[in-house]
């Protein structure tokens, strides 16, 4: 038999390809893809990608890359009639930090001018030293993630702590490369706050059946849960990740979206940092980021840093020599990064409408997740967290037996039927909450708080008319799926 | 032990990744980039960087990206004075292919419309229909292959049979995935030339180890080797794939780089579709190409694509599926890519200056081809092939018994301790030779063709007097190595 076959057979493939699942971009975004092929209008709020669904790009980033990408208009005697001076001095400036401009392979690790940009960013943020040579730029946050799980997984007797719910990259990339997810859970009752005796339980768990936790994952603001995790809770983690000798890959990619005062962004490095030795010498944390989510929301540029923190010398060579392979991350995103963590300062040209911009995209975004959370609220059988940070709206919905039941006839996972009839009715694409994982019996959906904001009443009653009609048809004396 | 280590110390990392090798960035690399620091002029040809060395960008593909990144100026009333109307035209046109411009993700394939270009650009190369959904874009050509062996290794019992002199992209990427190079010697007196025999024996003996051999890498044109192969070549290679059913990954990448007339480049596609059932609808075969090579040299971009050909339809939806989990390819370098399978065409107001330009580098490249062959061949321990095409250099270098022994001596591959001495000398940056493999005894060095034409007569004398020099220090009347 096997002889028979050929090596891309679909049954001679490698099994952790074929394991590995993704469903942000999974059946019901290929069901939407289809619908819209054949005229119907879709709104994509299966992926936190802004411009997709009408955010306009920044200016000054564009101008200074547009400038980079045609460096012979800056020669031009007209360019100052279309670009201001202070974009033409930062495509000037990026330029010369390159070694033959965009069209050249940089480092394998990015350029060293914007990794130094990055640092100082970092020093800003947190009060405390930052290093270039610990800083990778990446093409795009996911890839680097993949890297620094590549080096930690040697084998399914490897596992890898991870929230549930959790964004599928974490459980696809460690399918792929054949480790086991070690998940722990977090409290949707208390705001989905992290418990660190749920953490012991489950390391306490993969041990017994004979796993080697090695790392733990926190997503922070989460997704697809949306909550800010606080100082204390952080410096629970650290200590755990010290005691239990795990490496903690942060991921902070939404640093920028925050919706309320009371619970701001903190990152692991400062708290790591404000800890006493050992704690704050022993662990090993990489940081993750990105210009694909903030306000800038330069997804399709896939620019992205990780920083490692007490990381041994020759590991970060390891690391390094692996990211030689692909060669470099594209240098216009690089460039992306430099200018994300150094916008236009006060006084410059720019300045205003920069801020003005990114004010408008960041209130909106803060408007849209109340917006969000009250529609889902609204409706008898959802309960729904606020949004405290990130992109996404995470809701329950409380499922009827008859649903359930309808759902299991069809072949599908409850929250999958759900989620497919939404679309169908509605041209909502969702992604349900079996895709990042849930409690047994509870059922979710995720939708980013994405689309345009004069749009948002007319999706939220677009959905509480389909969850009306959903619940008359299915609904019953039974009881619903648990809270 | 196990115990105290953390994830990310050095002795417990995947020792897949401690394996694997990358010698374009490897210890001549990090030599040449610490000597630079030390304000040392440096000559990178250690990787196939054309920007880096000096090669300016076409100007048309530059205006169309420029203008899709900076979208708001194609409003502007100004807009006209600084670039031609068949730009902004082709700006509007790739902007309408996307969903929110360069800043949203695109599907995990690429752009639809993209790939439709593609797989027409490919039709009119081949004479063959190409089917866009059979076309994947990636970041970059590496990235591509990557994706393709991920799904072709499942343990170290699986075997890909790679040339040697290889790009060492293959190996490194096979020991990253815990599988099995299988070499096959190229013929150093035969111009690099590929014996189907030595492909049998090479599956034999790796089969009496205990190896599935599953899939076959060629390079055409050749990376470091610079031969073009035949279509009879081409031919022998498929029918053996067939009878050993075997993927066939023909890395395309240089496949406009040709400097001779006699061999032109021939795809693999067009081979396999001249020939007859059932080796035309039976042999698996994956082709990649890539906007950073050819005379576009658009490394930094990181644009490329792969096309599949008798794939089954699951296998197709399992890489995809994979793509997925890291969202999508760049977009910028998506559109480099539909701009290189379709230029200006004659009569466009750009059509001219991107001709001019192309032909300027092409015939550059093809003159400094020479330039550099005959330099080598010019010292009489250097013997060279003429590169046919791709853009490296690949001398074979008669070492010295007693400059073997100075290299054992300090602890180096005696073609490393070579090039370390020319790169101090000279500030010439290599590849040693070891870094694609070479029969044993044999030595050689890799460089590109790249440096600037007017520098070349200047660089070839300063290796000149290096080589001249290094074998009256070490020169004996005992031999050489072996040719």
Redesign the interface.
């Known amino acids: 038999m ?9 049954e001679s ?3 952790n ?2 394991n ?3 469903a ?2 999974g059946e019901l975004y290929l069901r939407a ?1 289809e619908l819209q092929k054949e005229g119907k209008k879709i709104i ?1 709020t299966n ?1 936190g ?7 306009k ?1 920044l ?1 000054f980033p ?2 200074v ?3 980079c ?5 800056l020669d ?1 005697p ?2 100052g ?2 670009f201001p001076a202070d974009a033409i001095a930062r495509a000037k400036h990026y330029l010369s930090l ?11 690790r990015g350029l060293p001018g914007v990794r130094k940009e990055v640092a100082e960013f970092i020093e800003r943020r947190d009060g405390y030293p930052s290093d270039p040579e610990l800083i990778f730029l990446t ?2 946050a ?2 680097g993630v ?1 890297q620094i799980l ?5 084998s399914q007797k490897d596992g890898i702590l991870v929230p549930v719910p959790q964004y599928p ?1 974490y459980s ?2 460690i399918s ?1 490369l054949g480790g086991t997810l070690v998940p722990y859970y977090l409290e949707e009752s208390e705001n989905w706050g992290l418990d660190v005796n749920n953490l012991r339980q489950s390391v306490a768990q993969a041990r017994s059946q004979g796993i ?1 936790v ?2 733990m994952v926190i997503i922070n603001p989460g997704n697809p849960t949306g909550q800010c995790l606080s100082e204390a809770n952080l410096r629970e983690i650290l200590r755990f990740c010290c005691d239990e ?3 903690l890959l942060g991921d902070e990619v939404y640093q920028q979206n925050i919706y309320q005062d009371e619970r701001p962004f903190i990152s692991s490095k400062k708290v790591l940092m404000d800890m006493r030795a050992p704690i704050s010498k022993e662990v ?1 944390l ?1 940081s993750f980021h990105t210009v ?1 989510k903030g306000y ?7 620019g992205g840093y990780f920083e490692m923190t007490n ?2 010398p ?2 970060v060579e ?1 690391i390094y ?2 990211a ?10 690089q460039i992306f990064m430099g200018l994300m963590v150094s916008p236009p300062k006060p006084g410059d040209i720019s300045h205003d409408q920069f801020v003005r911009e990114s004010k408008g995209i960041l209130e909106s975004l803060r408007r849209r997740a109340r917006m969000m959370t009250d529609g889902f609220n609204s409706c008898k059988n959802v309960v729904c967290n606020f949004t405290e940070g990130a992109m996404y709206s995470f809701p329950q919905i409380k499922l009827p037996s008859k649903a359930i039941e309808a759902a299991k006839q069809a072949g599908k996972v409850p929250d999958v039927f759900y989620c497919l009839k939404l679309l169908e009715a509605t041209g909502i694409s969702t992604v349900p909450g079996s895709g990042f994982g849930q409690k047994e019996g509870v059922f979710h959906l995720r939708t980013t708080i994405l689309p345009a904001e004069e749009e948002m009443p007319e999706i939220m009653d677009s959905f509480k008319k389909f969850n009306d009609e959903f619940m008359s048809q299915y609904g019953d004396n039974f009881g619903y799926s648990r809270m």
């Not at 990408?69 to 208009?73: G, V």
Request: charged fraction near 20%; glycine fraction near 6%.
């Open positions: 096997e002889m028979s076959l050929k090596a891309l057979d679909y493939l490698n099994e390809v074929k590995c699942q993704y942000v971009r893809s994509f992926v990608n802004p411009h997709a669904l009408g955010q790009p200016t564009r101008q890359v547009a400038l990408q045609a460096p012979f208009l031009d007209n360019i009639m279309i390159t070694s033959g401009g965009l069209g050249a392979y940089s480092d394998s093409d795009g996911s890839k993949m590549n080096c930690v997984i040697r990259l696809a990339t792929l080697t090695r790392a000798r795990l490496v090993q990489i694909s800038w929301g330069e997804c399709g540029q896939r990381i041994p020759r590991t390891e020599k692996v030689s392979i692909a060669l470099s991350p594209n240098v216009s995103a």
